[in-house]
């Protein structure tokens, strides 16, 4: 692969765990928020412990899509236009009450609100061969970490997390339609010009 290769598979691989976390970060920051500072670190391992449950089951799911040509791997975006669909017409429901969890509800809880990761990650890490699967998960531990950091801080300004809750139902459905477009690029199926 070429340079501008790699920065396109990071890129993509960036998107889609930004577009897939929008609304757990501001969850998780809530989260945060109501938790002694001592907790942190421990709620924190817990939801990158999460992250990687769902890194790995969407390395099964993408490993039995094998012998899908990657032109059908391409109806995978309906999961996430479907998605985007459900979020904007719940879109102004009101937020979650967010409680204070220990480990094991944030482990449990960040794997149960992972239905649209995997719709999303498995195509991924499908599409593409071992070399952009290895490049896709790298980025996506590398921004988990940027995650949790970001979290942190963000859990210490109230008028952000409520800034974010406010907004995230409505930028959510939005990333799910473009990461829908992602996957059907990524598959091959259109037609290249030139």
């Keep these: 692969m070429t340079g501008v290769s790699w920065i396109a598979v990071l890129g993509v691989a960036v998107f889609?765990?930004?577009?897939?976390?929008?609304?757990?970060?501001?969850?998780?920051?809530?989260?945060?928020?109501?938790?002694?500072?001592?907790?942190?670190r421990r709620a924190g391992g817990a939801q990158f412990s999460g992250i990687v449950t769902l890194i790995s089951m969407s390395a099964l799911l993408g490993s039995l899509m094998a012998d899908l040509p990657d032109g059908a791997i391409a109806g995978a975006a309906l999961v996430p236009w479907a998605l985007a669909w459900h979020g904007w017409r719940h879109r102004t429901d009101p937020p979650r009450e967010s409680h204070r969890r220990g480990a094991t509800t944030t482990f449990a809880v960040t794997v149960a609100l992972g239905g649209d990761n995997l719709a999303v990650w498995a195509p991924l890490l499908r599409l593409g061969g071992v070399g952009r699967a290895v490049a896709t998960v790298i980025a996506f531990l590398l921004c988990d970490i940027v995650f949790l950091a970001v979290a942190g801080w963000t859990a210490r300004h109230d008028r952000v997390v409520a800034w974010g809750r406010k907004w995230a139902p409505v930028a959510t459905p939005l990333l799910f339609v473009v990461l829908g477009f992602v996957i059907i690029v990524e598959s091959g199926v259109l037609p290249t010009v030139g």
């Design 16 to 40: 889609a765990f930004v577009g897939t976390m929008v609304d757990n970060f501001f969850a998780f920051a809530a989260q945060l928020a109501l938790t002694p500072p001592e907790r942190h």
